[in-house]
């Protein structure tokens, strides 16, 4: 980079071997103040930014008082796109690559540029700080030791029912983004193809002025935000706690783990419970954990 600083560990201001070095720049999801030090510090040391939407990054650079040439990577002109970024690279240029929120290659361009930096050989190194999904599993209260993040569900309804079908016996927790004007859709076909029983929390406009989490049954989230007026508005992160066991009859599975908990709680305290429903079940010791003390709580 080309203004180092001198508190940055000195892989982090080395040039690659040979070449610039491709930074994977997380921005805030809407609280400005996320911008981590360090980010600032590669974004200006940056002899290019390649950005998902450049006036929506040019306001975020402005705002820094930074003021950079900036590449447009999106989508649709990934593939096109990486070549010039190459190129960059290949003239000893750093890169710094930013989405329009959180980290990129998270349901955000630039799983192709950095593939093909690393396999052209570029150091390509992250610049780790806000991410909707880990901000929003942070403060959820379900199991994070197992998730599966699948990014969108489809939009159409048949297509999003098929997918959820598909994670129906999933047990580790389900991470999904949706976006406002489907969450209740989205919702619904839970409640339909999961069970309305399962337990969801919903992350909303977290870190901005209205952030809100939802948690309960499907169907009491949804009726929750069906009552609330601004239910339906911001941006959306939507985690469902995994089917419990094996059985491809989830609810019963569900009652066979709680039975084995219930009796072993009757002697034992909960961390010995954990242990052993997890020998006898071979379902995570941490889940069984959570799923006993909430069990012992009544
Ligand atoms: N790369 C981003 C990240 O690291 O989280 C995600 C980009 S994706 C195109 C945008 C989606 O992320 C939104 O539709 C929403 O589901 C989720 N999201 C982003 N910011 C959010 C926030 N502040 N609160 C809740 N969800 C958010």
Do not use: W
């Not at 070449?19 to 974004?43: E, H, W």
């Not at 630039?110 to 929003?136: T, W």
């Amino acid at each position: 980079m080309k203004n180092e600083v001198s508190d940055l560990p000195s892989s982090d201001s080395r040039k690659g071997e040979s070449g610039g070095v491709l930074y994977v720049v997380a921005t805030p999801i809407g609280n400005l103040d996320d911008l981590s030090p360090r980010a600032v510090r590669t974004l200006a040391g940056a002899d290019v930014v390649a950005a998902e939407d450049t006036r929506h990054s040019g306001r975020l650079l402005s705002h820094l008082g930074v003021a950079k040439r900036m590449i447009a990577l999106h989508d649709h002109n990934e593939k096109d796109r990486a070549a010039g970024i190459l190129a960059e690279l290949a003239a000893g240029h750093d890169v710094a690559l930013i989405s329009d929120a959180g980290t990129p290659l998270i349901s955000d361009p630039g799983y192709i540029l950095v593939r093909e930096a690393r396999s052209a050989g570029y150091r390509v190194s992250p610049i780790p700080g806000p991410c909707a999904l880990v901000a929003a599993l942070s403060a959820a209260g379900l199991p994070t030791d197992r998730f599966l993040y699948v990014g969108f569900l489809p939009a159409k309804r048949s297509g999003r029912r098929g997918s959820l079908d598909l994670l129906s016996n999933e047990e580790a927790t389900l991470v999904f983004y949706e976006s406002p004007h489907r969450i209740l859709e989205s919702m619904r076909d839970i409640a339909d193809v999961l069970g309305s029983d399962r337990e969801v929390v919903l992350g909303r406009e977290i870190t901005k002025t209205f952030e809100t989490f939802y948690s309960g049954s499907v169907t009491e989230v949804l009726a929750e935000l069906e009552r609330d007026p601004h239910g339906s508005r911001g941006e959306f992160v939507v985690m469902v706690r995994g089917a419990m066991g094996r059985s491809d009859n989830s609810e019963e599975a569900t009652m066979d783990v709680d039975r084995v908990l219930r009796v072993l709680l009757a002697e034992l305290p909960v961390k010995k419970v954990a242990k052993m429903a997890s020998e006898l079940t071979g379902l995570g010791k941490n889940e069984l954990y959570q799923r006993a003390l909430a069990l012992k709580d009544g």
